[in-house]
Nanobody, 123 residues
Framework: QLQLVESGGGLVQPGGSLRLSCAASGFTLDYYAIGWFRQAPGKEREGVSCISSSDGSTYYADSVKGRFPISRDNAKNTVYLQMNSLKPEDTAVYYC????????????????WGQGTQVTVSS
């Protein structure tokens, strides 16, 4: 069964950190770009970050640039999103998704999606 599984979400205070993991099973992530998306209540799903398969190039939304470094460990078949300096407006369900090779943040281009993990930033 081909699937992506996110983990690492939770409740954190403003200014805190979380690390999200996206683990693949049933296929290797080596040939896929992995994107992170988030969806807050009443809002559309938005692209947060992406890391390509080919050269490891990355993309960040302006809202998270400098705070959410993305990385991949192909040996562990896992991609990470380190979330630092969290703000209340980062509260959302975070999803990882896979598409071939190159980063693009159009959701329809992604083949596989995880089930999502809740991130809540609140004091």
């Amino acid at each position: 069964q081909l699937q992506l599984v996110e983990s690492g979400g939770g409740l954190v205070q403003p200014g805190g950190s979380l690390r999200l993991s996206c683990a693949a099973s049933g296929f290797t992530l080596d040939y896929y770009a992995i994107g992170w998306f988030r969806q807050a209540p009443g809002k559309e799903r938005e692209g947060v970050s992406c890391i390509s398969s080919s050269d490891g190039s990355t993309y960040y939304a302006d809202s998270v640039k400098g705070r959410f470094p993305i990385s991949r460990d192909n040996a562990k078949n896992t991609v990470y999103l380190q979330m630092n300096s969290l703000k209340p407006e980062d509260t959302a369900v975070y999803y990882c998704a896979a598409k071939p090779k190159y980063c693009r943040m159009a959701t329809y281009e992604y083949f596989y999606w995880g089930q999502g993990t809740q991130v809540t930033v609140s004091s």
